[in-house]
């Protein structure tokens, strides 16, 4: 049934291993739009199209360059998107008028399922209201889109928590546009010349190729502030914790440093995690869970730099309303 309503138009949310993604078919114009319009999605933010399996390139792309098709033979499907030369068939708004498009293939039973049941290339942007924390269950997809899509696939958890590893194949040399599961250090083993978002220079006003690098992303509805290792806030407001009612996560070291002191005394949510990948796996939902209980601030303590950890901190550093 779900096949179908993508085939007929419509809107479907379903599981990936990352986050759930909002599905509609990327050659139809009509429900793209709606798509765009359910979301509240900027038109010049392009989406990624999700397919079925490494046979159904095809159906998204002209070309597969050699960067792509390594990467795709050694990461998917996976946490990994390719940025390739669009398919004609695609509609215009899809890509943001590029003539490049990202596409991945979920390593999620009931994506592929999906997906290969459909036979389309479906394009599939996270399925929260745009600049919210994504989706990780069905119930937070219920809770932003539930008079706005068609249907929900009611799978598990996601896996990793976080979206995709966005590559940019298109050109001689290719471009870490996005931080994600698949680290740099692992691109590198397979494609070593790959450079990073960070190294291009490009005007204010350039459309960008990849989804996450411009506008607002992952912002709860209480403000956020970071904080280090020593416990010290990052860019604080007059370097005061406040004593409102907050959310407090954190990376623990060890267990016994998981029973630490929250920043604050008035604190309606603490919750440490043991690893990156763990955090990566909770974070948003913990974002989602804070509004749910009303925090007035949310405290979140910086990943490193370095490896899965520069995924997760590109994200709460957009969390708390920056890019970088």
């Known amino acids: 049934m779900a096949a179908q309503a993508l085939q007929s138009g419509l809107l479907v949310a379903f599981p990936t291993e990352t986050v759930f993604g909002l599905g509609a078919d990327a050659t139809n114009p009509q429900a793209i739009a709606r798509l765009f319009k359910a979301k509240g999605r900027p038109s010049d933010n392009p989406l990624i199209v999700h397919l079925g399996g490494i046979d159904h390139l095809s159906l998204a792309t002209d070309k597969v360059t050699e960067s792509a098709q390594v990467l795709l033979e050694r990461f998917s499907p996976g946490p990994l998107t390719v940025v390739v030369p669009k398919h004609t068939s695609l509609a215009s708004a899809v890509t943001a008028g590029l003539d490049t498009v990202g596409i991945r293939i979920p390593n999620h039973p009931l994506a592929l399922e999906l997906l290969q049941r459909c036979n389309?290339?479906?394009?599939?942007?996270?399925?929260?209201?745009?600049?919210?924390?994504?989706?990780?269950?069905?119930?937070?997809?219920?809770?932003?889109?539930?008079?706005?899509?068609?249907?929900?696939?009611?799978?598990?958890?996601?896996?990793?928590?976080?979206?995709?590893?966005?590559?940019?194949?298109?050109?001689?040399?290719?471009?870490?546009?996005?931080?994600?599961?698949?680290?740099?250090?692992?691109?590198?083993?397979?494609?070593?010349?790959?450079?990073?978002w960070n190294q291009l220079e490009l005007a204010d006003d350039q459309a960008l190729p990849s989804p996450g690098l411009r506008h607002a992303h992952y912002q709860p509805v209480a403000p956020v502030y970071l904080f280090n290792y020593h416990q010290q806030v990052i860019d604080l407001p007059g370097g005061q914790l406040a004593q409102s009612a907050c959310a407090d996560l954190r990376i623990a070291r060890s267990p016994s440093e998981s029973y630490g002191q929250p920043l604050t005394e008035r604190c309606l949510l603490y919750q440490s995690f043991y690893s990156i990948a763990d955090y990566m796996r909770g974070f948003y939902e913990f974002l989602r869970e804070a509004d749910r209980r009303g925090a007035a601030r949310i405290y979140l303590q910086i990943a490193p730099a370095n490896d899965q950890g520069a995924a997760l901190r590109d994200r709460q550093i957009r969390a708390a309303g920056r890019t970088n």
Not at 130 to 148: F, H, I, L
């Open 120 to 196: 389309r290339p479906i394009a599939a942007p996270s399925a929260n209201r745009s600049g919210r924390p994504s989706c990780t269950t069905w119930q937070a997809v219920w809770e932003d889109m539930q008079d706005r899509v068609d249907y929900i696939l009611r799978g598990d958890s996601c896996q990793i928590g976080i979206e995709s590893t966005v590559v940019d194949c298109s050109g001689s040399q290719p471009v870490q546009l996005r931080a994600g599961a698949i680290t740099l250090e692992q691109l590198r083993q397979v494609v070593p010349d790959i450079k990073t």
